[in-house]
């Protein structure tokens, strides 16, 4: 059953231009779904299947801005569930995690599958894993590295669409408040020191040597 899910996540996901939301993306998902949950709890059928299911609407809002990728995906679910023989009275509940797992809604689910959901994805884009989706979504974009004369933006406004240091210090730094579970947070937090000391290392480099006539 799994497997069939697993199977059409792929043909949905097949040709995704952005390297950061691929199949490896729901792999990792559906890990730390499974590991949240061995803790946590929540119904790991439930979770499993939400996690495969959650990105596939994902290739259409990259061809049109205008896509909700998740509610697309949760639209497109039911069907792909029903024909996998996944449990019928279960559909809802994955409809519903996958309805409301995107980051920018700013919703906090009612179940704990769904916070688990979102948890799990938040933190597949945070730490080392994280940075590296920036970097490799920054270079697609034609979006430079940092700001060439203030890369901590600390006398103007961050921009995490134009420079990826930005998106980095605004969105992945912030991600351990936005957990809903203390596993997940604990990780977050783990992945927030690696992710420090890589900003720290990063901006030492780009400093050495740097003064005045330097420039």
Do not use: W
């Not at 590296?132 to 933006?153: E, I, Q």
Request: glycine content about 8%; overall charge negative; proline content about 6%.
């Amino acid at each position: 059953m799994m497997e069939q899910i697993l199977s059409s996540a792929r043909t949905q996901l097949e040709g995704t231009p952005n390297a950061g939301h691929d199949i490896t993306h729901t792999l990792r998902v559906r890990d730390l779904c499974l590991h949240i949950s061995s803790i946590e709890g929540g119904d790991p059928e439930i979770l499993e299947a939400s996690a495969l299911l959650h990105d596939i609407g994902r290739p259409a809002e990259l061809k049109d801005p205008g896509t909700d990728h998740a509610a697309l995906s949760a639209q497109l679910s039911p069907c792909i569930l029903d024909r996998a023989g996944f449990p019928a009275k279960k559909i809802p509940a994955v409809v519903y995690a996958i309805a409301n797992h995107r980051y920018s809604s700013g919703i906090t689910p009612d179940s704990l599958e769904a916070r688990i959901l979102q948890d799990a994805d938040r933190l597949d884009i945070s730490g080392a894993v994280g940075a590296a989706m920036t970097f490799a979504y920054s270079g697609a974009h034609n979006r430079r590295l940092y700001h060439p004369d203030d890369p901590l933006s600390s006398q103007r406004e961050p921009d995490g669409k134009e420079y990826a240091l930005d998106h980095i210090l605004t969105k992945l730094m912030l991600l351990p408040g936005s957990m809903h579970t203390g596993t997940a947070r604990g990780m977050a937090e783990e992945r927030n020191r690696f992710l420090q000391s890589f900003v720290d290392q990063f901006i030492h480099e780009i400093n050495t040597g740097r003064g005045p006539g330097n420039e």
